[in-house]
């Protein structure tokens, strides 16, 4: 069975860091691009940033570049996302999703959510004093 499990979020203050891990079972990221997304309450799910498979290409949304930094470690099947200088704003459910894709210019472009076939169930970040 595929699967995707998020881990890693939680409560935290303004200013605060969260690291966010997407684990895979059931098969190997190592062909697979990841992107994370976020849903804020009452709005839509939203890409935040991309790795390709090999990890050579990054992007980010404009809100999140300089303070989110996305890696991988295929040797673990898992893909983080370092969050750092967190906002309010920044409060949502987070998810990570799997496309099978093994060239960088994959991520040229910010993640959607229809290029993605592998969804995890979501992990809750809120920034909140």
């Known amino acids: 069975q595929l699967q995707l499990v998020e881990s890693g979020g939680g409560l935290v203050q303004p200013g605060g860091s969260l690291r966010l891990s997407c684990a895979a079972s059931g098969f190997t990221l190592d062909y697979y691009a990841i992107g994370w997304f976020r849903q804020a309450p009452g709005k839509e799910r939203e890409g935040v940033s991309c790795?390709?498979?090999?990890?050579?290409?990054?992007n980010y949304a404009d809100s999140v570049k300089g303070r989110f930094t996305i890696s991988r470690d295929n040797a673990k099947n898992t893909v983080y996302l370092q969050m750092n200088s967190l906002k309010p704003e920044d409060t949502g459910v987070y998810y990570c999703?799997?496309?099978?894709?093994?060239?960088?210019?994959?991520?040229?472009?910010?993640?959607?959510?229809?290029?993605?076939?592998?969804w995890g169930q979501g992990t809750h970040v809120t920034v909140s004093s």
């Open positions: 999703a799997a496309a099978w894709n093994r060239y960088a210019t994959f991520c040229t472009d910010l993640p959607q959510t229809g290029r993605y076939a592998y």
């Open positions: 790795i390709s498979s090999s990890g050579g290409s990054t």
